[in-house]
């Protein structure tokens, strides 16, 4: 019984009382609960397994999906030597997400979130051949995305409805989660919890030179791109609540003991938080410039040797709507290390450019013995990776603008007590978008993000080598070898204020509450009169997490090899066999499936701060 929890006498952590029979009193089952339970259904069939009553419902709910596309072409001939076309494409595609997340309430309200994307785009390009050796082409091209996403349960005061009081945005549903229930569904499901609007807009100018010189071949030009990145929105509108099974389990032995279930039942949240959002303008601008010369030394040998600069501006906010928390500096309001910093008061730009992004590319064919029989081909080259607009969102912290999450956390610091009751909503206001007024001092006892100044380009070292030779009877047998570095990788985040390991072996005196040396002179729940030890011992102990974000310490290898063996069409027979051979390995990624696609994505480092090496490893989509 969360209720009973209190300090174990003579110290070492905290003891609570169980429930009668192991039974909670329907006097504690939480209103709210109960009001959200209400939208699950009940069994409708005898579940697979009678002790864990798995596959005990099965529904066939209606999913929504609509898309069209439409595209006009027209080419134009100006002259023989001059050609030119221009071409208009939209799609649009709408989808309830109604079957996104395992989602199995029967009613639509917690399980709809009606998205409307559409994309635009239109290109011109212009090819003028000035003779048989010179030709130059042109292309302009803009790209519009647009893309309003809004659950069924906004404008129906959904956090009301559950009882939840005033302290909980009535935006959407709050998003409750469970631990220790295997395939348990979160409440609403899917995208329900995530409300607002996403747009892009992308100019690019492309413009290049092709000329046949003798054995030389050169080809040059210039790329310039501008990208725009609008989002209004919020993903935990109204909040997202989870239980844990510490707080119905015993303190003073964890392990097999409590449910998140029952904390839910009794309303005892571990934490959660919201965010509240102004929403964001980002803009930045890429210029390109390239050279390469296709050289055609001999009969037998061609080098193709090339070189490519790029240069990416940082993405700044238009409304200056960057923030970046600053661990290295002391905090003027309080004396104390770390502030918060804003764009165009503390900074103009939260990283600095990088104006070294050369990629040379070398690359050769070699017919061995100049009977076209065996052909060697290879090539290396270094490219960069395209920071953009979309970049800045995912790596730029924004407190006070956007990603304003209120964080609630349990009073002290101390894990075995709730950090809120579900019924009596939020133990304090929400933490509203007012910019940089909100201080250097804002979002004390809560998490803040640094992004580092003298960040890179992420790029990869991509090389290759491979051997053709022509068998009898038309058989050709191909091996190559293929790899990629990748280097200054956005790398996983890790937390700057992380608990250093060596203090772990204080084991439950951990949980002590000692006297806080910070009380009266930083807010929220680290700023009482006592603390608990495993929040002292921290770096900065009136802060929660301090996640470096986007940092570029990853790092990628990949080596492949292929035999291939194929049989060309004749006398009506013809086979292809293959071998192919693929290593990767990594410190940052993992791989992940998405609307049928493999995909990659940047996990948190298990112990980022003191041991680092141990996150490399073979790479799980390998």
Not at 340 to 351: G, I, K, P, R
Not at 431 to 450: E, K, M, R, V
């Amino acid at each position: 019984d969360p209720n009973t929890t209190r300090p174990r006498e003579g110290g070492g952590g905290f003891v609570r009382d169980p429930y009668p029979g192991n039974i909670i009193p329907l006097n504690q089952l939480d209103p709210v609960a109960q009001n959200i339970l209400k939208y699950y259904p009940k069994p409708n069939r005898t579940p697979d397994n009678i002790f864990t009553n798995a596959n005990n419902v099965l529904l066939n709910l209606g999913a929504n999906k609509d898309a069209r596309q439409w595209t006009v072409k027209g080419d134009h001939n100006f002259s023989p030597n001059n050609r030119a076309f221009l071409r208009y494409t939209l799609w649009n595609h709408k989808d309830d997400q109604a079957g996104t997340g395992n989602g199995y309430f029967p009613d639509r309200l917690p399980r709809v979130r009606n998205d409307n994307y559409t994309n635009r785009n239109a290109i011109f390009s212009d090819t003028h051949f000035f003779n048989a050796t010179t030709i130059h082409d042109f292309k302009f091209s803009v790209v519009r995305q647009h893309f309003p996403f809004v659950p069924a349960s906004v404008g129906t005061n959904p956090a009301a409805s559950l009882g939840l009081p005033a302290s909980v945005p009535d935006t959407t549903f709050p998003q409750v989660s469970f631990q220790g229930i295997p395939s348990a569904q979160n409440f609403p499901s899917g995208f329900g919890t995530i409300h607002g609007f996403l747009a892009f807009h992308t100019l690019q100018l492309q413009d290049s030179l092709t000329m046949v010189r003798g054995r030389h071949t050169w080809k040059m030009g210039v790329e310039f791109r501008k990208d725009l990145y609008n989002l209004a929105g919020c993903f935990s509108c109204a909040g997202n609540i989870s239980f844990n099974t510490r707080l119905t389990g015993n303190p003073q032995q964890l392990a097999g003991t409590g449910s998140g279930f029952a904390s839910f039942l009794v309303g005892a949240a571990a934490s959660a938080s919201v965010d509240q959002n102004a929403g964001v303008s980002y803009e930045n601008f890429s210029q390109s410039y390239y050279i390469n010369d296709d050289w055609k030394v001999t009969p037998r040998l061609t080098l193709n040797v090339g070189l490519r600069y790029d240069y990416q501006s940082i993405a700044r906010e238009r409304n200056g709507g960057i923030s970046n928390f600053n661990p290295f500096v002391i905090n003027p309001q309080n004396g104390l290390p770390g502030k918060l910093e804003f764009a165009n008061l503390d900074f103009d730009t939260v990283q600095a450019p990088d104006r070294n992004d050369f990629g040379p590319r070398f690359g050769f064919a070699l017919d061995v013995f100049g009977n076209g029989k065996t052909v060697v081909r290879g090539g290396a080259g270094i490219f960069y990776s395209l920071q953009g607009t979309h970049h800045a969102n995912e790596a730029f912290a924004a407190l006070g603008y956007r990603g304003n999450t209120t964080t609630y956390l349990p009073p002290e610091g101390n894990s075995d007590l709730p950090a809120f009751y579900l019924r009596n909503g939020f133990p304090f206001p929400v933490q509203a978008p007012i910019g940089n007024a909100i201080g250097p001092s804002a979002f004390q006892s809560q998490n803040q993000t640094h992004v580092e100044r003298g960040t890179r380009t992420p790029y990869s070292q991509q090389y290759t080598l491979s051997m053709q030779h022509a068998l009898p009877g038309r058989m050709l047998l191909e091996a190559g070898y293929s790899g990629n570095h990748g280097v200054k990788l956005d790398g996983a985040g890790w937390d700057y204020n992380q608990l250093d390991p060596q203090f772990l072996s204080l084991g439950q005196s951990l949980n002590d509450r000692v006297a806080n040396p910070y009380a009266g002179r930083v807010s929220g729940a680290f700023g009482g009169s006592t603390l608990v030890r495993r929040q002292l011992l921290r770096p900065f102990p009136y802060y929660n997490n301090i996640t470096i974000n986007r940092p570029n310490l990853g790092n990628s290898i990949y080596h492949s090899f292929l035999l291939n063996v194929e049989k060309r069409f004749s006398q009506g027979f013809a086979f292809l066999a293959s071998y192919t051979f693929g290593k990767q390995i990594s410190d940052t990624i993992t791989g992940f499936g998405f609307a049928g696609s493999e995909q990659v994505n940047v996990n948190p480092q298990q112990n980022g701060k003191f041991d680092r090496a141990r996150e490399r490893a073979i790479h799980s989509t390998d």
